[in-house]
């Protein structure tokens, strides 16, 4: 195929993009991603640089085709991660939480395609501005942290505003979706929420099973008023979040230590411990949509862009 500017970008098949959520996105998963044709994405969070190390080496035996690392340029061992991907000659990075610029010449050198995630047409600008070969455009509708604006509104934006591919995430869980980001000038999609549930990711069964209950009301935002928020479906963590927050919002001097120490640890305990309860589980709006467990990469990624087509052609045929 790889009709896509992304595809001829990065010897992929689809344009797809595996979203990189953290304890999540590991070798098992971002490798049967990138089998299956599209892109999958390593998580590196804020984990040290052996531990990455670990799973860069075991997607490389699961997999011959290309595959990224995730890097959250907030991490604590960042410097590390930045040379360790070097030093593997990673193909493409995507990066969070900041500007990669100060790393901008060392990952030129190594020959790394570098993809930001972004959440304004202005932070858009500046990565393109600083050598980004494309960017990846989230809008609020995606789980875990998030920005402002939605993806509808978002996207054509940030295409009108750059001349570098960009990538279309947040509320994109089925073929409809992926048609839609095509028409607002996408150039590939990036999905988390479905690969959640996917057979080879390694979440807990009782997060899956959270997922595939959900309905279109089933998550809630917490942290708007710490300028940090994050998109998790509903449970007795997100309440008793929402209500500490309200009481600090109203303080002349609020205490955000508190919301920091409640959501400490959270999302391991969603993932790996499958604390439906008090564990944070990150998940975008589209998991109303998602139904099906236990599907195996392969088979979303080709349901994606078989059903993306059927709906392209269906419309086309109806209007014309």
Known sequence: MKASPICQMLDIDYPIFQGAMAWVAEATLAS????????????SGHAPREVVKEQIDRAKSLTDKPFGVNIMLMSPHVEA????????????????????????????EAGIIVI??????????????????????EGMEGGGHIGKSTTMALVPQVVDAVSIPVIAAGGIGDGRGMA?????????????????????STIHPNFKQAVIKANDLSTAVTGLTTGHPVRGLRNKLTREYEKL???????????????????????KRAVVDGDTKTGSMMSGQIAGLVKSEGDPCE??????????????RQRYERWT
């Open 116 to 137: 930001p995630v972004v959440a304004s047409v202005g932070l858009a600008r500046r990565m393109e501005s600083e050598g980004a070969d494309a960017v990846v455009v």
């Open 180 to 200: 839609a980001a095509f028409m607002l000038g996408a150039d590939a999609v990036q999905l988390g929420t479905r690969f959640l549930v996917s057979k080879e």
């Open 32 to 43: 049967a991603v990138s089998n299956a044709g599209g892109l999958g994405i390593i998580a």
């Open 299 to 312: 088979k979303i990624v080709h349901d994606l862009m078989e059903d993306c087509v059927s709906v392209m």
């Open 245 to 267: 927050e309200r009481i600090e919002a109203g303080k002349a001097e609020p205490n955000w230590d508190l919301l920091e120490d409640l959501g400490k640890g959270a999302l």
């Open 81 to 108: 991660i930045v040379d360790l991907v070097c030093e593997e000659k990673i193909k493409v990075i995507t990066t969070g939480a900041g500007s990669p610029g100060k790393y901008m010449k060392k990952f030129k």
